[in-house]
C-alpha cells in the first residue's frame, strides 16, 4: 500500500473497532479490541498496533485518524466527572435544581429529579444583570468573581462553569469572569454558556453549560493522550473527531467543547447505515446498530439521518423524556435502547425474564468470553442457539468458553423453570421485542409506518437479530453492508467536517428587520469558517446551511426549520420568501397554519460543512472478493418458527459474490458480525457488496 490510508477508531462499552480503508480499491481491513475502561487509550492503541499489523502497513501510511469514544458519556452517566463548580448571577443558583415546571411522570408522588452534577453548595452568586436586549443594567465586579472562584478552588473544585442571566444576547460579563478566573486560577478549566449555548432558556442553557464543564478536564487529557500516543506510533495524521452531528473537528475545538462529543458513536453509526444503505434501500431506512452495550436506531429518510438540536442524557428513566439532563447541541436524532451483546438476562419480582439494561460490558464480560463472568447474556444465548462460531468469534479477539456460557444459562434456566434452549430463546427473543417496541414508538412519534421502511443492520450483534427484529416490526427487507462489525468506524471516515454555530435573535417577520437576520447570519457563519480553517480544509469547499426556530406568535415551542439562501433584505419578497419557507416546514409536520399569525424566528443557525479528503469510502464488498467457495458446512440454529433447531447452512461472506443468492435458515460469517437469516427468506448479494434479506 503506497496510498494514504485513513484510520477509524471507536471506542465503545464492549469493543473498541477499528478499521484501516484504502482508497484506491476500496477495502477495508477491521479489527476488534478489547475495551479496556480503566484506560480507553491503552485497547485503542493496542488495536492500532493490530490492525496495522493485519493490514501489513506502516503507522507512516496512515493519512488521516478519525476517533469517536463513549468516554465522556459514561463519565456522565457515572457521575465519575471532576469536581465542578458553577458562578452565576445572583438569585439563579438554583436554577439547575427548579428545571422546568413539567413533571415527567404526571402521577408519581415519589418522583426522584435528576440530580444536579453542582452540588448546592458549590453553585455561587455574583452580583450582576444584563437585560434581555443585551443592556448592562448592573455591572460585574471581578473582586467578587476572584473571590467566588477562590472559594470554589478551596472546595476542591478543578472545573467552573460560568451561568450569566441573558448572556447570549450579551456575553461581555461571562467574557470578563473567564478571564479573571484564568488570571486567578489558571490551572482550573473554564466553561462561559456563551461558548457552549448561546440561546434563550436558562434551565437548558446552564444545564448545557455545566455538563461541558463536568467532562472538561477528562476530555482534555484523554484528547491530549490519544494524539500523543497515536503520534509515537509514528502516525503523522493529526486526530480528528466525531461530533454528535455527524461531523469532525480538531483536538483543540473538541476540548474547548466536549459536550459535542457525547453522541459521536452512534452517530457514525448512524452516518454509516444511510451511506451504505443508499443504493438499496428503496426510500427510507431504519438504521439498526447493535453493539456490545447498547443498540441504537435511526431513521433516514431522503439519504441522510434527521438532525435535532437538544437531546436528554442520563435519563432517570430511558425512553420518558424530562428525566434526564438537557443538553443543547446538534445531534443526529436518534434512539438508544439498552440491548447489546453483554446485556444481562435476570428475573423480575414477578418471576419474568428480563433482559437489560445492565451489561457486562468488557470486563468481565459475557460468561462466554471466559473472563470471569458469571451472568447470562445474550451474546451467551446466541452461541447456545447455534448463531455464533465460538471457533471464529470476533475476526479471532475472543477465545469463546462455550461450557462457560450453557452454565449461565442453566442457573437462570434453574430459576424461571425452564429448559436450557428455552431460557436462551426467551433471551434472544426478549430483547429483540425490546429493540422492536422502541422502534415502534420512535416511528410513530415521527408520523411514520415502519412497514414503509427497510432495517439495515450494523454493529457486532445487529445483524445476528435483524431478522427477528424485522419480522416483528413487520418489515420485508433486511440490509446488510460489509464489514457490518465494524460500521460505525467505518462511518467516521465517511463523515464531513462540520461546525454548528447558534444565535438568540428574536425577530418577528412582519415587523422585524429581514436585513439583521442577514446579519446574525454572517457572524455565526464567520465564526464557523474560522474554526474549520483550523481543521486545515480548504474553505472554497464548504457548504453554508441556514435554519432557524420558528414559530407563530405566542405559541410555547419552536420548530427549527431549513430557510433559503441569503442575502436577506428588507425587502417585501424576502419576508414572502421566509414566511413561505417556515409555512411549507409547518404544515409537512403538522398539516394546517393557523390564519393570519405573525411568525416569530427566536434562534437562527448555521450548518457549515465540508469534505475531507480520504473521505471518499467505497462499499466495495462484492469487488473485494476472495477466491474460494463460500460455503463453510452445515451446524444446528434454534428457529422458533421452525419447530426448534434444524440444519442451517454457513457461508464466508468475503467469498460471496456479487449476484449469489441464499435461502434461509443460513447463517453468514465475517469478521466482526454474522448474518442470520430465518427460514423461509431469501438473501442476495447486491453489486454493492450488501447481502439483502427478503422475509417471507
Known amino acids: 500500500m503506497s496510498a494514504p490510508l485513513s484510520l477509524g477508531i471507536d471506542i465503545g462499552g464492549t469493543f473498541t473497532d477499528l478499521v484501516i480503508h484504502d482508497p484506491r480499491n476500496g477495502r477495508a481491513i477491521i479489527w476488534k479490541e478489547s475495551t479496556t475502561p480503566d484506560d480507553p487509550a491503552r485497547g485503542a492503541i493496542e488495536g492500532t498496533r493490530r490492525v496495522l499489523e493485519k493490514a501489513g502497513a506502516r503507522a507512516d501510511q496512515i493519512g488521516r485518524v478519525v476517533h469517536a469514544t463513549t468516554l465522556f458519556t459514561n463519565a456522565l452517566i457515572e457521575r465519575t466527572g471532576a469536581a465542578t463548580g458553577l458562578i452565576t448571577t445572583a438569585g439563579f443558583a438554583d436554577t439547575l435544581e427548579i428545571g422546568r415546571e413539567r413533571k415527567y411522570e404526571l ?140 461531523g469532525l473537528t480538531h483536538v483543540a475545538e473538541a476540548q474547548r467543547t466536549p459536550v459535542q462529543m457525547l453522541e459521536s458513536g452512534p452517530a457514525a453509526g448512524a452516518l454509516a447505515g444511510a451511506f451504505f444503505g443508499r443504493e438499496d434501500s428503496g426510500g427510507g431506512l431504519l438504521a439498526f446498530d447493535m453493539g456490545g452495550t447498547t443498540a441504537k436506531l435511526s431513521l433516514v429518510d431522503g439519504g441522510e439521518p434527521r438532525t435535532a438540536y437538544g437531546f436528554e442524557a442520563a435519563r432517570a428513566r430511558r425512553f420518558i423524556e424530562g428525566s434526564g439532563l438537557p443538553i443543547r447541541i446538534s445531534t443526529i436524532e436518534l434512539i438508544e435502547i439498552g440491548a447489546g451483546g453483554g446485556s444481562i438476562a435476570d428475573v423480575s419480582e414477578i418471576g419474568l425474564l428480563t433482559v437489560g439494561p445492565r451489561s457486562a460490558g468488557s470486563l468481565p464480560g459475557p460468561a462466554s468470553y471466559g473472563l470471569g463472568g458469571t451472568e447470562a447474556t445474550v ?74 421502511y427497510a432495517l439495515l443492520s450494523t454493529g457486532g450483534a445487529g445483524p445476528v437479530h435483524a431478522h427477528g427484529v424485522a419480522r416483528k416490526l413487520g418489515l420485508t427487507r433486511v440490509i446488510c453492508p460489509p464489514a457490518a462489525g465494524v460500521a460505525s468506524a467505518l462511518g467516521l471516515l465517511l463523515a464531513p467536517a462540520r461546525v454548528d454555530r447558534v444565535a438568540t435573535v428574536g425577530i418577528r417577520l412582519d415587523r422585524g428587520s429581514p436585513a439583521a437576520l ?116 452445515r451446524r444446528p440454529a434454534y428457529f422458533a418458527e421452525a419447530g426448534g433447531f434444524v440444519e442451517t447452512a454457513v457461508y464466508e461472506r468475503s467469498h460471496l459474490r456479487a449476484g449469489d443468492e441464499l435461502a434461509g435458515p443460513a447463517v453468514v460469517e465475517e469478521d466482526g458480525s454474522t448474518l442470520v437469516v430465518g427460514p423461509g427468506a431469501s438473501a442476495r448479494v447486491a453489486p454493492s457488496g450488501n447481502i439483502i434479506v427478503t422475509l417471507a
Open 107 to 246: 402521577y408519581d408522588l415519589t418522583l426522584a429529579k435528576p440530580e444536579p452534577l453542582v452540588p448546592r453548595h458549590l453553585r455561587l452568586e455574583v452580583a450582576e444583570r444584563t437585560t434581555f436586549d443585551g443592556r448592562v443594567r448592573l455591572r460585574l465586579a471581578p473582586r467578587e468573581v476572584r473571590a467566588r472562584a477562590t472559594q470554589l478552588v478551596g472546595a476542591g473544585v478543578t472545573s467552573i462553569a460560568v451561568v450569566f442571566l441573558h448572556a447570549y444576547a450579551n456575553p461581555r460579563h461571562e467574557a470578563q469572569a473567564v478571564a479573571t478566573i484564568g488570571k486567578r486560577h489558571p490551572t482550573v478549566m473554564v466553561t462561559a454558556s456563551h461558548e457552549v449555548a448561546p440561546e434563550i432558556r436558562e434551565y437548558e442553557r446552564a444545564s448545557t453549560t455545566v455538563v461541558n464543564a463536568y467532562i472538561k478536564p477528562l476530555a482534555h487529557r484523554y484528547l491530549e493522550l490519544m494524539a500523543r500516543k497515536l503520534a509515537s506510533l509514528g502516525i503523522p495524521a493529526p486526530l480528528l473527531l466525531m461530533l454528535s452531528s455527524g
Open 518 to 633: 442577514e446579519k446574525a447570519f454572517r457572524r455565526l457563519e464567520d465564526e464557523a469558517r474560522a474554526v474549520m480553517a483550523d481543521t486545515g480544509l480548504k474553505l472554497e469547499t464548504a457548504i453554508v446551511r441556514r435554519l432557524a426556530d420558528g414559530r407563530f406568535l405566542g405559541q410555547g415551542f419552536d420548530l427549527v426549520v431549513p430557510l433559503p439562501d441569503g442575502p436577506y433584505d428588507d425587502s417585501e419578497p424576502t419576508r414572502r420568501r421566509l414566511g413561505a419557507a417556515f409555512e411549507s416546514a409547518y404544515r409537512e409536520k403538522f398539516s394546517l397554519t393557523p390564519p393570519d399569525v405573525p411568525i416569530e424566528f427566536i434562534n437562527v443557525r448555521v450548518a457549515v460543512r465540508a469534505p475531507v479528503a480520504g473521505a471518499e469510502v467505497a462499499s466495495r464488498g462484492a469487488a473485494a472478493e476472495t477466491p474460494g467457495s463460500s460455503s463453510k458446512g
Open 379 to 452: 451474546t451467551d444465548a446466541d452461541f447456545v442457539l447455534g448463531y455464533l462460531n465460538p471457533d471464529a468469534f470476533a475476526g479471532g479477539a475472543v477465545t469463546v468458553d462455550l461450557e462457560a456460557a450453557r452454565r449461565a444459562l442453566r442457573r437462570l434456566a434453574e430459576r424461571v423453570g425452564l429448559s436450557l434452549t428455552e431460557v436462551a430463546w426467551g433471551i434472544h427473543d426478549v430483547v429483540n421485542e425490546n429493540m422492536a417496541s422502541a422502534a415502534r414508538v420512535h416511528i410513530a412519534e415521527r408520523g411514520r409506518d415502519p412497514r414503509d
